[in-house]
């Protein structure tokens, strides 16, 4: 079992920033990839950005360029630097994990808004 903690998130303003945290524990030696989904009202939950413990990042088109993951295998957390934020990226965003074994964990999720 992998437990996740996720800090940040907030209000902001349309180009503002936020940074977001999460920390894991438990099964941590089982960890694979670590990263961030997000879900906006009505709308499916998405890939944000994920990072695998070797260091591949993959981030959707949508954030690419402002947002920047990062990962500290040591201290078993991930973040995520928002910028330019815009009214779009209003949703609530989780931390998620994969282990070696594909067994999926989720953090109980962070809200971003954003005003225009």
């Known amino acids: 079992q992998v437990q996740l903690v996720e800090s940040g998130g907030g209000l902001v303003q349309a180009g503002g920033s936020l940074r977001l945290s999460c920390a894991a524990s438990?099964?941590?030696?089982?960890?694979?990839?670590m990263g961030w989904y997000r879900q906006a009202p009505g709308k499916q939950r998405e890939l944000v950005a994920v990072?695998?413990?070797?260091?591949?990042?993959n981030y959707a088109g949508s954030v690419k360029g402002r947002f920047t993951i990062s990962r500290d295998n040591a201290e078993n957390t991930v973040n995520l630097q928002m910028n330019s934020l815009k009214p779009e990226d209003t949703a609530v965003y989780y931390c998620?994990?994969?282990?070696?074994?594909?067994?999926?964990?989720w953090g109980q999720g962070t809200q971003v808004t954003v005003s225009s």
């Open positions: 438990g099964s941590i030696l089982a960890i694979n990839v």
């Open positions: 998620a994990t994969r282990t070696y074994g594909n067994s999926d964990y």
């Open positions: 990072v695998t413990s070797g260091g591949r990042i």
